[in-house]
């Protein structure tokens, strides 16, 4: 039978209510004849709270416990939306990560999906079993224990089952009704696109776009899945929701087709480091092994032999980044006079294929920014992109201007 995967996120797993409410839907694909796989994310806040008790308990935490904390959440839901389904006559069963297996890396906190055998769960179906329901962001390492792929996780777990068993498509149920040029929450003129290139897709995801995770959009790219967002709120349809899909079947053609940001930024900079070769490397190498995601990076001119280093990373990494660069310091590797961090950063970009070939959306974003008296601390550009760090209390009007200034409330 025709596979199909149905992720359910946390809102849309909330409560029972909407457990039963989302298991309907299953239901509908279940009568057509689809033998489904459901992912499902923890109940909405789950998972923030299980972080917040791992912080409170260890701030500089051993992540493999991490794990063991942070992916409980989805057990739980895993196994409400198997009973569910079970009273609603339908044949199914839950699985956590490691009894498929969803086989990953030992990186603990952002593991990567290895492999997933589909051999156990093909069995079950070919014993009847209509509906798998896994426990989503959670997988087993090398090791043999716990790991969890990094927060928006389930959607990677979702889009790599969907690969593994050659389904149909991977719809992906959130709380919105499809992918927007801009987050709607913060902005009213955000317009749902129908579909949107897997490049910019990824590009906005990367950036912050939290509606889907990166990974999973990189997974469906290049294992051709068929991904779909859609609400799980409204009324059910198949025309519903937004198509990410390739380039060539996108119609829209404007130099910038959304706005993402990303709110909890840290910026941080080692002053007087001596201007030396293999400085970057004797920065980068350490904070890359503390598993520090750093982003943009600038190195100021030089002056008498000592120069500026300045990158960004997520807040909530900042205390590692110090110990990493305090630990560095005192094996005589890096030498530096002083580490700043300001925590009051945000990071908003622009976002579209179109760059490629239309100029002038550098400067439109400069201009629009200056006219609201907006202070650009970081400047980044790719082919498809352009990012500016900015303090955190002007993100909101950022982007609503640059939403208006690239007018992307109007069809293209
Ligand atoms: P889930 O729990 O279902 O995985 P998430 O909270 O992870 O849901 O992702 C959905 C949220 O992503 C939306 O509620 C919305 O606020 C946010 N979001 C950010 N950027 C966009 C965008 N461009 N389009 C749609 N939603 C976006
Ligand atoms: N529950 C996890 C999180 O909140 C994974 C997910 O929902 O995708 O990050
Ligand atoms: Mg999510």
Redesign the pocket.
Known sequence: MPVLVM??????VANLDRIRRAAKRVGVEVAKGYDVIVIV?AM?GKTNELVGWVNETSPLYDAREYDAVVSSGENVTAGLMALTLQEMDIPARSWQGWQVPVQTTSAHASARIQDIPPANIEAKFAEGMRVAVVAGFQGVSPEGRITTLGR?G??TTAVAFAAAFGAERCD?????D?????????SSK?R?LDKIAFEEMLE?ASL??????TRSVELAMRYKVKLR?LSSFEEQSDAAGTLVCDEEEVMENRPVS?I?YSRDEAKMTLLSVADRPGIAAAIFGPLSEAGINVDMIIQNIAEDGRTDMTFSCPVEQVKRAEQAMQEAKDKGDINYHNLVADTDVAKVSAVGIGMRSQSGVAATMFKTLSDEGINIKVIATSEIKISVLIDRKYMELAVQALHDAFELEKPA
């Open positions: 992720k359910f996120g946390g809102t849309s994310s909405s928006g389930s959607d992906i149920y959130t709380d919105v499809g992918v927007y040029t801009t987050d709607p929450r913060i955000a749902k906005l912050g776009a939290k509606v889907l995770q967002v959304g993402a």
